[in-house]
């Protein structure tokens, strides 16, 4: 927990003096000064496009929050679900992902994770943690098939 605080806190600080304005209707730019792992978190009031939906969740994707390097693109996704879940200590309704997707390779991997109360990630983000994992094969006919196609086929 004390790890997660203080990893949260280097994140608030880099956030807080290199994030360029959202002048573009809510995507997030990179000025010249930022790192990739400076990222903005599209709002609630974003529109979410439907890729998924069954009996427990609904998957969104946001294309307008694509950032494109090379072969490589970044984009959020959030996932709501119909009943709360619960991991360890936290009670969510809603989570919101930013993920990397490498369109020539058909690998993508989770950059950043946060946790809300409320669907659509409304109210406060109760959890948040920003980790570059390692890269994952895109399967068949999963979720994340389905936002691989939309990263790659947007960019």
């Known amino acids: 927990m ?6 949260l806190s280097i994140f608030i600080s ?5 994030v360029a304005p959202m002048s573009n209707g809510g995507r997030a730019e ?6 990739d792992r400076v990222i903005e978190s599209p709002s609630a009031i ?11 969740q609904t998957l969104y994707a946001n294309p307008t929050s694509l950032f494109k390097n ?4 970044k984009m959020w996704r959030l996932t709501d679900y119909k009943v709360p879940e619960i991991n360890g200590d936290f009670v969510y309704s ?3 992902l930013y993920e990397e997707y490498d369109c020539q390779n058909e690998k993508y991997r989770l950059l ?3 946790l809300y109360p409320e669907n659509m990630g409304a109210g406060k983000a109760m959890y948040t943690h920003s980790e570059a994992y390692s890269w994952q094969r ?10 691989w196609e939309i990263a790659c086929e947007q960019s």
């Open 2 to 7: 004390i790890f997660e605080l203080i990893a």
């Open 14 to 18: 880099i956030a807080l003096f290199n």
């Open 30 to 35: 990179k000025n010249a000064a930022a790192s």
């Open 46 to 56: 974003t529109e979410w496009v439907e890729v998924f939906k069954s009996n427990q």
């Open 70 to 73: 090379g072969f490589k693109v």
């Open 94 to 96: 809603s989570k919101k």
């Open 112 to 114: 950043y994770v946060s």
């Open 138 to 147: 895109v399967l068949p006919d999963t979720d994340g098939e389905a936002m």
